[in-house]
């Protein structure tokens, strides 16, 4: 029999962990509107550049998606700020899953949270070959498709 | 957990034989520890003419630990936020581990009657309901109408 | 105890009890075998103080046990004639050390006390307490817990209506000993719903029973939070007060909760009452006790040296401040803070030779530098020439308001007020840095009299002089760190040269002591050097007293003004 917590309170734990502060500044998050999505399905992220590469003092505004079946499926993930992640990011912004192993190897029971989504982004420039990667010019972003906010039953 | 799934098991036996008057709840799907719920709005109330969905679930640790719950119907209370989540001693500091889910419900439903702006959960309603409480109140029942379910009661007649 | 507090707990519903247990103490290890002596103590503590112009008004409540603990006054430490501070008249609170039947114008009586001596203390008070509310040895502690430790408030309200004392705390006057009771077939418990005659139960004297399994459960969850005598029946809303008796009733199978639970009880009494505090220094599981009362924390300030090592402010918990009284060192460390941006290019450790203009770095904790590449000779703080610091003349101690004036005249106010505030901060921070350099030194020193041991063959003994050297040097540079802050708030009047004359004269006393220590070994013979640094550290320890006794005199009567 299933005793997990379910969806909702995963994501009101989610919430009050960054309500409270829980990351080191690095990376935060929370809802994109938190007047009026009883469901918590539209979050915004955002995600300093580490130190030493050419994403550094950057911040790079992100949108996380949870879909009804979160946590059984990943969170979608999309970048507002532009950016240059070669085969991660695509050209319009979207992350591709199968290019970050936190969504890559998603496991609804394990501790895999928004944070930890944002913290593999972050990892991930970090890294070679991304660290010295040219980036786009500051404070541009991407050509805003219109969010389709879901709307959930009542 | 033998002994909280047997704990669990016979609050729902007892809920289901035993209903509290104006409140139904029910496991979800296959998770015994997850309750959806509906409250009536208590009569003498702002609240009266709606029936609330709520979401309940009781964590590993129950009943040492409270029970999680929120409003789904959006609430205009001081102390239920924008999120349906409640500010209520029981289910933080004054939680007793021989409370149960029955309690708990009916707590919830007496915070519907009692509003409490002193110890706001929403500020802007606590704002609200302490300048002009006529007006807040008025608000409340716009809101009820406008996202509660309407309760048909026996005793509407008579209060007309 | 005092007056503010006496009658708070009277209208205080239980609910209000505050859970003040703060995990960030150290956690104390013990056994609760130790059941000390007891003694009433005398107000030979105020009595002590009240000598000295009474400023510092104790209050007399307490009592001691035997055992366990170490009774101190703060001089530091380092005074060595007569001081049998750890002897054995442990009815009262110490003298100054070493200072014989003259207490010290700056000392505080405080004892210092280690876990078992803080469970000896409160069983003492229960002890005493017990035949005079002729109630159970359980529902006294839980009483004295409540009414966190005031004995007079207690009896007060106890003698007036002993049921209502009791009621308020969820006691009862005659319980039933804790039982852990089975075979009733009515029995249910609420938590787990199990019932049955099988089940093993315990209820407090409010009645409502619960299985001892559940029971248990809840009391290790509550305990694991740091909670201890504050824990209630687990009923809704429920007063009734989880007794220890119970409670190790309950653990008894959980050594290791239980434990735990013992540590709480003894932290909870450090924290509830003002006259305790943790020793702030890292793993140190030592408390002090200190009756200075915060209301005279304005011209008094408690040091105190815990039995680790540590000298602390016991009204503010920061390392040893005096001559500076709390809330002048409150304001000062929070403006450093705030101004850190405009200083911080001071504290650089380089500064270039004035003469030369090559980069020179302090490397001990002596003013008087001289530059390697041109010899010259100049003073680090100030760096003008040191011939001018000579013996009979040492200034670079004093802000000149004067030439502040006339600065103030050509420049703006606010650089002006700068200029002040850095004078200050400089040499602040000099002693600071010096202190750290003594320490460096400490080691060369100790390096230097392995080399003395072994050339000269002199004892371990004979070599000492040098390391209590250092000790003084630290001592005196902490002291005059803070004064540069007493000084910075001073309003400038007669009363302030004064104040700055002694503090010039223990500053060179210092700056020549540090000089002797770090060259020591020159052309003067072994003999010499000892002699000329031992006659040196007296003078300058003199310096040290006079300075604090007049400053510790001077807040108490209010000599000078502060501005805020």
């Known amino acids: 029999m299933n005793t997990k917590p379910p969806r909702n309170f995963l994501l009101l734990d989610e919430l009050e962990r960054s309500e409270k502060g829980a990351s080191d500044g690095s990376c935060t998050y929370g809802l994109e509107n938190p007047e009026d999505d009883v469901f918590m399905i539209n979050w915004v992220g955002s995600i300093l550049g580490p130190p030493n590469t050419h994403f550094q003092n950057r911040i790079y505004a992100v949108k996380l998606k949870c879909g009804m079946d979160y946590p059984k499926v990943p969170p979608t993930v999309v970048f507002e700020t532009k950016i240059n992640l070669v085969n991660v990011v695509k050209a319009d912004g979207t992350v591709d899953p199968k290019m970050l192993d936190v969504l890559n190897k998603w496991d609804s029971t394990s501790s895999h949270t928004l944070l930890s989504v944002l913290m593999g982004l972050r990892n991930l420039m970090a890294k070679d070959p991304h660290r010295k990667a040219i980036q786009p010019e500051e404070g541009t972003t991407y050509v805003v498709k219109k969010t389709d906010s879901v709307q959930a039953g009542r | 957990m033998s002994m909280v799934s047997k704990r669990i098991l016979k609050e729902v036996d007892r809920l289901r034989q035993d209903p509290v008057p104006g409140i139904v709840a029910e496991p979800i799907e296959d998770n015994i520890r997850y309750f959806s719920v509906r409250m009536n709005g208590p009569n003498d109330s702002p609240y009266a003419d709606g029936c609330f969905t709520l979401e309940l679930y009781l964590p590993d640790e129950y009943p040492m630990l409270p029970p999680k719950v929120r409003f789904l119907t959006k609430m205009y209370h001081p102390n239920i936020d924008k999120l349906g989540r409640i500010c209520l001693d029981i289910l933080k500091d004054k939680w007793s581990p021989a409370l149960q889910i029955r309690t708990v419900l009916l707590s919830i439903q007496a915070l519907l009657s009692a509003p409490n702006p002193d110890d706001p959960l929403a500020n802007d309603v606590a704002e609200q309901w302490k300048t002009d409480e006529r007006k807040a109140i008025e608000t409340a029942v716009k809101w009820t109408a406008l996202y509660a379910e309407r309760v048909v009661r026996n005793d509407v007649a008579k209060r007309e | ?564």
């Open chain 3, 1 to 564: 105890m005092s007056d503010c507090h006496s009658d708070s707990y009277m209208d205080e519903d239980y609910e209000e009890f505050v859970y003040s247990e703060d995990e960030s103490v150290v956690s104390i290890s013990s056994d609760s075998s130790n059941h000390g002596q007891v003694r009433t103590r005398a107000a030979a503590a105020a009595a002590a103080l009240a000598t000295n112009g009474g400023a510092a008004a104790l209050q007399s409540q307490s009592s001691v046990p035997a055992q366990s603990q170490t009774q101190y006054s703060a001089d530091l430490g380092y005074d060595d004639e007569d001081d049998d501070f750890f002897g054995d008249d442990d009815n009262d609170f110490a003298r100054a050390i070493g200072t014989g039947p003259i207490k010290k114008a700056w000392a505080v009586d405080f004892k210092v006390y280690d876990p078992d001596g803080l469970r000896a203390t409160q069983n003492g008070t229960v002890d005493r307490m017990m035949p005079l509310l002729a109630i159970s040895r359980d529902t006294t502690t839980l009483l004295l817990r409540c009414y966190l430790w005031r004995e007079e408030s207690l009896v007060e309200d106890f003698i007036a209506d002993p049921e209502r004392t009791l009621a308020k705390s969820g006691l009862s006057a005659h319980p039933i000993a804790p039982r852990i009771e089975s075979g009733n077939e009515a029995f249910t418990c609420e938590i787990c719903f199990t019932s049955g005659v099988d089940e093993q139960y315990l209820g407090l004297t409010c009645g409502h029973c619960f299985c001892t399994d559940c029971y248990a459960t809840y009391a290790t969850g509550k305990i694991r939070e740091g909670e201890s005598w504050r824990i209630r029946c687990p009923a809704p809303k429920c007063k009734a007060l989880l007794g220890e008796e119970s409670a190790r009733l309950l653990l008894a199978e959980h050594k290791d909760v239980l434990g735990r639970y013992e540590d709480n009880l003894t932290r909870s009494f450090v924290n509830d009452l003002d006259s305790f505090t943790w020793c702030p220094a890292p793993n140190c599981q030592y408390a002090v006790e200190c009756l200075v009362p915060r209301s005279a924390m304005m011209t008094v300030i408690p040091t105190v040296n815990c039995k680790c090592g540590k000298a602390f402010c016991f009204g503010c918990k920061v390392d040893d401040h005096m001559p500076a009284p709390c809330y002048l060192v409150d304001k000062w460390l929070r403006k450093c803070k705030d101004d850190s941006e405009t200083a911080h290019w001071l504290k650089a450790n380089t500064k270039e030779c004035t003469k030369c203009k090559s980069t020179i770095e302090k490397n001990g904790g002596c003013n008087h530098m001289t530059c390697r590449e041109c010899q010259y000779h100049f003073c680090w703080v100030c760096m003008g020439p040191w011939n001018e610091h000579g013996q009979q003349f040492y200034n670079c101690n004093r802000f000149n308001e004067d030439s502040s004036k006339n600065s103030r005249d050509s420049v703006s106010n606010s650089r002006a007020l700068l200029e002040r505030y850095l004078h200050y901060y400089t040499r602040y921070n000099n002693h600071e840095q010096s202190v750290k350099l003594a320490r460096k030194l400490l080691a060369t020193t100790e390096k230097n009299m392995e080399q003395m041991q072994r050339e000269m063959t002199l004892s371990w003994i004979e070599v000492q002089f040098l390391s209590d050297a250092v000790d003084v040097l630290s001592v005196c540079r902490t002291t005059l760190k803070w004064s540069y802050v007493l000084a910075y708030y001073m309003m400038s009047d007669n009363q302030k040269i004064i104040f700055e004359n002694n503090q010039s004269d223990l500053e060179m006393a210092t700056e020549q002591l540090n000089e002797l220590v770090e060259n020591p070994i020159g052309q003067m013979s072994i003999e010499d050097i000892k002699r000329k640094i031992i006659d040196k550290s007296t003078y300058v320890k003199s310096r040290w007293e006079t300075l604090l006794s007049d400053t510790s005199l001077g807040l108490q009567e209010n000599r000078w003004q502060f501005e805020d």
